[in-house]
């Protein structure tokens, strides 16, 4: 587009086209937005809401009587004709009572809406227009509608068919008397009325494109975003780099995809009354979005925190330096905000991970670990058990139930969440048990960062990051039916690694047949390996450690478990491995904690106590445990 033209979205050229050839025309989508006037003349280029557009359309192609209808008003006069035009109106539709009879409802009087708008189309004095605004409203459920309901959409239609061409003698012009819907979805009115009907059009009226956000990136709109004294030092800056200046733009563009034109103005009215700056001009979407004033990937703090990332989750995560290396690869480049800079999108989620490997090797933990390291909190991990949502309609669940539907109400589990708490950690375990329409909506997810929940809401993934987990590639099915190991505890990382990317690639692209799903994840793709001896043993410590730490903290008991029993524990646990840190949990509750319980309570030594665990016997059953302790 040239810096001389003027923009004219896609659904104003389509209006310039099929009003003279549709008696019937349905415009739906953002239908609540304003929109800019493509007037010739810059004081001519204003916002103005959708009637009052479709107003000034009309009057300048010749129509003379305009009106509006909607469910709570009946007939009302639009843009800047008055009582003239009601009176006209009420005259061509034959109102009984004149103007005063024109607070009508849609269907079921004797007197209605739709009668009136029939008759208004049919007659031949006057160059007419009604635009039926709200029109989603006039109706419950497009379904299940009553005969009334039935009886006013006919007349609709009725009047489409018999409607009547007029000529305007003074603008020298013939018009078809034309009805306009608004509606915000085409299937807020019956499908009959629309579907295969030469009489209607459907215009689709979308939010800003990117072309005309682009449009109020020139100066003399994108000065308005910023107090005249700073937008004036700034620009002096940017012009010797305009380079800068121009991805700030792109950046800009990129991240109010999905913003209406209302959201935009309110942009530039909160970027002024804030006093922002043009190199922080991005911060103010996050501010109109979240209502937070700094951006937790922004901060210095977690910048120094990642720096010594590995050393911590190492100490967390143990026995997968090579799993953490890699996801903490992936969290540094979205903190140095290069996550997507090749992409065109810049709404995708911050960090997409596919945490693959055997059960109990750190998956679950490694993700609350990160939202710890990320945002100071491990409850900021949300998870999602996905064997929850194995069923076709089982997305209404995650999503929300659309309207009309048991649960609508309370809008869906992740959509709730992520606006609840938009800087988070979404952990879907066990991803592969989820239906495929589930899958289905996390391409949208993946690709654009943001989802319409059942409500119509847009929910923003963009500050998020989204961790899949998967037990994918360490079983494989036997020819005969049933399953056999795939990966080994003895074969090398290297080995293992490339057998479960290989199924994980293997399922998404022949097994399910939706390589696009793996497109979006990438090489991001995290294996991780079986716990080992060496791990193992690291693991049993870190558990004994935490078991003392906390009787000491909660119950004031100095507990000392000697180095025999430590090497029972640890060799049951290697006895264990195929079922990773877990299994290691699991062997040191069975041997130690339950007999350690029910000696404790025996010996009544359950607060304020020291107790030494002096041996173990294992292969007892029940397993016996020799202690000794006192009251402190």
């Not at 903490?328 to 693959?356: C, D, E, W, Y």
Request: glycine share 8%.
């Amino acid at each position: 587009m040239r810096d001389d033209e003027i923009y004219i979205c896609k659904w104003h050229k389509e209006l310039e086209i099929f009003y003279k050839l549709k008696p019937l025309l349905i415009l739906e989508g953002n239908i609540l937005d304003v929109f800019t006037w493509p007037g010739e003349r810059p004081q001519d280029r204003m916002d103005m809401p959708l009637p009052l557009y479709l107003y000034t359309f009309l009057v300048q192609k010749g129509y003379r009587n305009i009106v509006k209808f909607d469910a709570l008003e009946g007939f009302s006069a639009v843009g800047y004709t008055g009582e003239d035009s009601l009176d006209t109106f009420a005259e061509i539709c034959g109102a009984k009572g004149g103007r005063e009879s024109l607070n009508v409802p849609f269907a079921g009087s004797e007197e209605t809406g739709a009668e009136y708008a029939r008759n208004a189309m049919t007659q031949n004095r006057v160059s007419s227009a009604v635009i039926m605004d709200l029109a989603s409203r006039y109706l419950v459920s497009p379904g299940n509608l009553s005969q009334a309901l039935v009886d006013a959409y006919t007349n609709l239609l009725k009047g489409a068919q018999e409607g009547r061409r007029v000529r305007n003698r003074e603008a020298g012009v013939s018009n078809n008397n034309l009805l306009i819907l608004v509606v915000n979805k085409l299937n807020d009115i019956p499908a009959w009325f629309y579907l295969d009907n030469p009489f209607v059009r459907t215009l689709h009226v979308s939010q800003p494109t990117r072309e005309e956000r682009e449009f109020m990136m020139r100066e003399e709109h994108f000065r308005e975003f910023f107090v005249p004294d700073i937008y004036e030092e700034d620009i002096r800056e940017y012009r010797e780099k305009p380079g800068e200046l121009k991805k700030l733009k792109e950046r800009f563009v990129g991240m109010t995809e999905g913003f209406t034109k209302i959201e935009l103005r309110n942009l530039m009215k909160l970027c002024t009354e804030e006093r922002y700056h043009i190199g922080r001009m991005t911060d103010i979407v996050d501010l109109y979005r979240y209502g937070i004033r700094e951006n937790p990937w922004e901060n210095r703090r977690l910048q120094e925190t990642l720096r010594t990332g590995e050393t911590a989750l190492q100490e967390r995560v143990i026995g997968q330096p090579a799993a953490v290396e890699r996801t903490l690869n992936v969290i540094k480049r979205a903190a140095a905000g290069m996550s997507g800079l090749q992409h065109s999108s810049h709404t995708k989620p911050k960090g997409i991970l596919f945490f693959a490997g055997p059960t109990g090797t750190g998956k679950t933990e490694t993700a609350k670990a990160l939202a710890q390291l990320l945002f100071g909190d491990e409850s900021r991990c949300v998870r999602f058990d996905m064997s929850e949502y194995s069923q076709e309609h089982s997305d209404q669940k995650l999503l929300g139930a659309p309207p009309g539907y048991v649960g609508y109400e309370a809008g869906g589990r992740l959509t709730n969440a992520v606006r609840e708490n938009p800087f988070s950690i979404l952990l879907f375990d066990e991803i592969e048990k989820a239906h495929g329409s589930i899958l289905d909506k996390f391409l949208q997810i993946l690709e654009d960062g943001r989802m319409t929940d059942g409500q119509g809401r847009t929910v923003y993934f963009s500050e998020t990051v989204i961790i899949f987990t998967s037990n994918l590639g360490i079983y494989k099915r036997l020819p005969g039916g049933g399953t056999a190991l795939n990966v080994t505890p003895g074969e090398t990382y290297a080995s293992m690694e490339k057998k479960v990317r290989g199924a994980v690639e293997g399922y998404f692209k022949s097994e399910l047949g939706r390589p696009e799903i793996l497109n979006r994840i990438g090489e991001n793709i995290v294996v991780f390996d079986f716990i080992r001896q060496e791990a193992a043993g690291e693991i049993l410590d870190h558990q004994l450690r935490s078991i003392v730490g906390k009787l000491r903290n909660e119950n004031h008991i100095e507990l000392v478990i000697e180095e025999s029993v430590r090497n029972v524990l640890l060799e049951k646990a290697l006895g264990n491995l195929e079922n990773g840190g877990r299994g290691v949990g699991n062997i040191v509750e069975e041997f130690l904690l339950n007999p350690l319980s029910a000696w404790m309570l025996d010996e009544d030594l359950l607060k304020d106590a020291e107790i030494t665990v002096k041996a173990l016997d294992a292969e007892a059953h029940p397993v016996r445990m020799e202690a000794e302790g006192r009251v402190r």
